[in-house]
């Protein structure tokens, strides 16, 4: 509509009182806050596409009112609800973006709990393993020294057992010699005999 000085000043001003008040930022209910990453993303996603929507309305509306007689009151209207339509974006986007800062926050505080805890278990695993290891190699320690006092001990009872066996073969060589020393002692004292016998004058 053309403007006209005729116009009543009252009826204007009530006019424009009536706009400002329609296209005033409205009182938007808090968006609930999200209870898992996908409604998180969603609810981002939908902020986002609020504000990729309002800027291309505010570039339609903009060069639409280049069209009209009031521009500057058609540019502040379309401002006016481009900004309506951002801080309703932000206000559905912040809680889902707070969600998002927390989940992360806490996934970051579980998995240096978990790494804190895997270190405690592998010194632990470590520590298991060294006692193990030690033990294992006193046992093979302890094997071996039991293998080699066996070995010496069986060594010394073969050498007691050739020794016992020599000492009775040397028993029976003396044995053997002294009764064939007597069998001599007893053949010469025969021979004797006899000769001393045959050199005797018959009687």
Request: aromatic residues 4%.
């Amino acid at each position: 509509m053309l403007y006209s000085p005729s116009r009543p000043l009252h009826r204007r001003l009530a006019h424009l009182a009536l706009a400002a008040f329609a296209l005033a930022p409205l009182a938007h209910a808090a968006p609930p806050a999200p209870r898992t990453l996908e409604e998180a993303d969603a609810q981002r996603a939908r902020a986002s596409e609020m504000r990729n929507q309002a800027e291309k309305t505010l570039a339609a509306e903009q060069a639409a009112c280049y069209q009209k007689f009031l521009v500057n009151s058609c540019l502040e209207d379309a401002k006016k609800k481009y900004t309506n339509t951002v801080i309703e974006a932000r206000q559905l986007d912040q809680p889902a973006r707070d969600f998002q800062r927390e989940h992360k926050r806490a996934e970051v505080e579980a998995k240096e709990k978990q790494r804190a805890s895997d270190n405690a278990q592998r010194a632990i695993d470590q520590q298991q393993q060294a006692t193990d290891y030690r033990n294992k190699e006193a046992e093979r320690a302890a094997e071996r020294e039991r293998k080699k006092a066996a070995k010496a001990e069986k060594a010394a009872a073969g050498r007691a057992k050739r020794a016992e066996e020599e000492a009775q073969r040397q028993k029976k060589n003396e044995e053997r010699a002294r009764r064939d020393a007597q069998r001599a002692e007893r053949k010469a004292q025969r021979e004797a005999k006899e000769a001393a016998a045959a050199k005797a004058p018959p009687p």
